[in-house]
């Protein structure tokens, strides 16, 4: 699980690595090394990774423009859907 550990790791943004790469890891090993389920590290590097990517990254701007889209979509597919069946 190390790997796919570092693999995520390495996603995050260059200035989140460089200062934090070194602690992460070493409380990755620690918490294996305790029996700490290896899946719940997985997932909390997965959060971080999201984390910095869409909160901090302003990429939050685009997640909420794609979701507005999807919304005008989805109300526009149903107004026509509506208009075609009438109840």
């Known amino acids: 699980m190390r790997p796919l550990y570092v693999f995520f790791l390495d996603l995050h943004p260059d200035e989140f690595r460089s200062e934090y790469s070194k ?5 990755f090993d620690e918490e294996a090394a305790r029996g700490a389920s290896k899946l719940n590290l997985i997932l909390d590097i997965m959060k971080s990774f999201a984390r910095q990517w869409i909160l ?8 909420i423009g794609i ?10 597919l149903a107004g026509v859907f509506a208009a075609r069946h009438p109840h």
Do not use: D
């Open 23 to 27: 602690e992460l890891l070493w409380i």
């Open 56 to 63: 901090r990254r302003a990429a939050w701007k685009w997640a």
């Open 67 to 76: 979701a507005i889209g999807a919304l005008q979509v989805t109300v526009a």
